[in-house]
């Protein structure tokens, strides 16, 4: 999911709409699933109870929720100096074993339904209720969705994606009480296996989504480039790298090298990189710390040759970069300094890549210059 930090967000607000679209959603919850328990127990029909039972497991997950929200409003403590809003992801977690848990006894159910052979006696009731129940959860699902987006909330996401799986899980025990009436077959304990699949695999996606979340995912491409560009214009700002971006749900830490004039005095490069920090403290929801690189960029020599270096590097790696390029003189030798940066799939090892750049430095220039090369991994996309 793409979240724009570069827009300060109202976290009290969010909070209130998260807490008040679960509150609605449990209420709903529990009067879909004590009409579908009902009608299944009364005609025998173990696909309209088990959809019961995925409503009133709704209620549960609904409970996980509120409990995570409150965690995660919690402020910043000794122990826990960035929040506690990741413990939106903990929710999110909880609720998705909860589908799984379900979607098992399901199956479960189901099989036997089918070994058994019973079927189950068709009631108009029951085509009532599940069809106010597909019109309830569509609405949940359109509702906790736009929620979801407006506020980055990544448990009301997985709530709205529970709510279109039971929409489908709904639709198709409709169309199977609807089927054994008017035909011979008897697709109850089918339908009943089909619903608990559909239950799993949206179970599964929340769980998948939420632990990337956990474990550290690199920020879009998106937020990245728009990050590069809101720096870019500041004036004596020539170039950045070495971004990093960390998210803790309802707040971004960044770290950034930028490049500045060499012959700028350290007094108004540190209150530019002040007015920058500042600047994104202020206006958006990333804390963002700034290293300050100087570049030579009034010495025709030194950029004569890092030109030449940047395109003998394009020719042999047309996906690297390089930056923090120095040239420093000691004694008759010159020694060139500078990083480049690789992309994580690339196969050859940081000690190939090195010797391969610096045997195309050497062909090319005199034995007066030694070059020092380090590479790392790009951190965005």
Do not use: W
């Not at 979240?3 to 709409?17: S, T």
């Not at 402020?75 to 998705?96: L, S, T």
């Amino acid at each position: 999911m793409y979240d724009n930090p570069l827009v300060k967000r109202d976290n009290f607000n969010r909070q209130r709409a998260t807490l008040k679209a679960t509150v609605l959603s449990m209420l709903l919850n529990v009067l879909l699933a004590a009409g579908k328990i009902i009608c299944g127990a009364l005609f025998g029909a173990i696909s309209v109870l088990a959809d019961g039972f995925n409503n009133l497991s709704d209620c549960g997950s609904n409970i996980i929720t509120v409990t995570g929200v409150k965690l995660s409003a919690k402020p910043a403590d000794k122990e826990h100096p960035y929040g506690h809003a990741r413990g939106e992801y903990i929710a999110a977690m909880a609720v998705a074993f909860i589908i799984l848990l379900l979607a098992v006894e399901l199956f479960s159910q189901s099989l036997d339904k089918i070994i058994s052979g019973t079927g189950a006696e068709f009631s108009i009731l029951a085509i009532v209720v599940l069809s106010v129940g597909i019109a309830v959860k569509l609405f949940m699902f359109f509702y906790n969705r736009h929620l979801g987006k407006k506020y980055s909330s990544e448990i009301l996401l997985a709530t709205a994606v529970d709510s279109i799986s039971d929409v489908i899980a709904s639709a198709v025990v409709l169309i199977s009480i609807i089927v054994g009436h008017f035909t011979p077959l008897n697709p109850d304990g089918y339908i009943g296996c089909l619903v608990a699949v559909v239950i799993a695999i949206s179970g599964i996606k929340i769980l998948k989504r939420t632990i990337s979340e956990l474990i550290g995912e690199s920020p879009s491409k998106e937020l990245t480039d728009e990050i590069k560009k809101r720096l870019l214009c500041y004036e004596g700002i020539y170039g950045i790298h070495d971004l990093a971006v960390h998210n803790y749900v309802n707040k971004y830490y960044a770290s950034v090298h930028v490049e500045i004039d060499a012959d700028t005095p350290v007094l108004a490069a540190h209150e530019l990189i002040d007015k920058i920090e500042k600047d994104f403290a202020l206006s958006t929801d990333i804390d963002l710390t700034i290293h300050l690189d100087p570049v030579v960029l009034h010495d025709s020599e030194v950029i004569m040759i890092r030109q030449n270096v940047e395109e003998i590097l394009k020719r042999l790696y047309p996906v690297f970069t390089m930056h923090d390029f120095r040239m420093v003189k000691s004694y008759d030798e010159y020694k060139i300094i500078f990083e480049v940066c690789v992309p994580y799939e690339t196969k050859e090892s940081n000690e190939q890549i090195i010797r391969n750049i610096t045997d195309k430095l050497l062909a090319e220039y005199s034995l007066k210059y030694t070059f020092l090369i380090t590479v790392e991994h790009d951190l965005v996309r």
